[in-house]
């Protein structure tokens, strides 16, 4: 069975500081990983996925995730937060493509 | 365009009374999902369907009733025996379901009331 755990419901950053969400997971298989953003009232969008290609991800508006298969974990992070980056973010895994969705991860982002 | 519509964005309704929630796709894909959004608590699968005219229930797909006639349409009927179907409803699509390597693409969600 595959679940996912966002280890944090709240993050706050600053303006032009860097962004860290954090998500573990378990799968019984080799799993997909993706990171979705949802800004208030609207539909999820793709950030990134890894497929078992490379580790490190790299995705849009300049994120990217690591898959660390010895700490089952696909943090995702950006060098500098952007205000549009405000947004609930779900950390999702897919065993033969049904998935598992994080609680979501809310980010606030300070002038 | 290609993409996944959803209507109405905002429905109101009266306890008791059925609803249908409209889905419809443009990108070809052959599966589809349905999905209910509570805060705090992600997203939850409620029907997803591989191919016209088949469904399967997800995790919570009680009080919930689907059909697939079409390809490109995929509604969902929230029935009166939902207890708490206020919610935020979300649509989405893939290439498939039984492989891990698709994502999939979501709709803008509708959010129903029902008082």
């Known amino acids: 069975a595959q679940s996912v755990t966002q280890l944090d419901s709240h993050v706050s950053v600053s303006e032009g500081t860097p962004v860290l969400l954090r998500c573990n997971y378990s799968s019984s298989y080799s799993p997909s990983l993706f990171w979705y953003v949802q800004h208030p009232n609207k539909g999820l969008q793709l950030l990134l996925k890894?497929?078992?290609?490379?580790?490190l991800v790299k995705g849009i508006n300049g994120f990217e995730a690591e898959f660390k298969k010895s700490e089952t974990s696909f943090h995702l992070t950006k060098p500098s937060a952007h205000m549009s980056d405000a947004a609930e973010y779900f950390c999702v895994v897919s065993e033969g493509g049904k998935l598992q969705f994080g609680a979501g991860t809310q980010v606030v982002v300070t002038p | 365009d290609g993409g996944i519509t959803q209507s109405p964005k905002y429905l109101f309704r009266k306890e008791g009374q059925n609803v249908t929630l409209s889905c419809e796709q443009n990108?070809?894909?052959?599966?589809m999902y349905w999905y209910r959004q509570d805060p705090g608590q992600g997203l939850r699968l409620i029907y997803y369907?591989?191919?016209?005219?088949?469904?399967q229930k997800g995790d919570i797909a009680e009080g919930y009733s689907v059909s697939r006639e079409k390809k490109e349409s995929f509604p969902l009927t929230v029935t009166s025996a939902q207890k708490n179907p206020t919610a935020f409803y979300l649509c989405a699509s893939s290439i498939a379901v039984r492989d891990r390597l698709y994502e999939q693409y979501f709709g803008p969600g509708t959010r129903l009331t029902v008082t």
């Open positions: 890894y497929t078992s290609a490379a580790t």
């Open positions: 990108l070809n894909h052959d599966a």
């Open positions: 369907s591989q191919i016209v005219n088949d469904f």
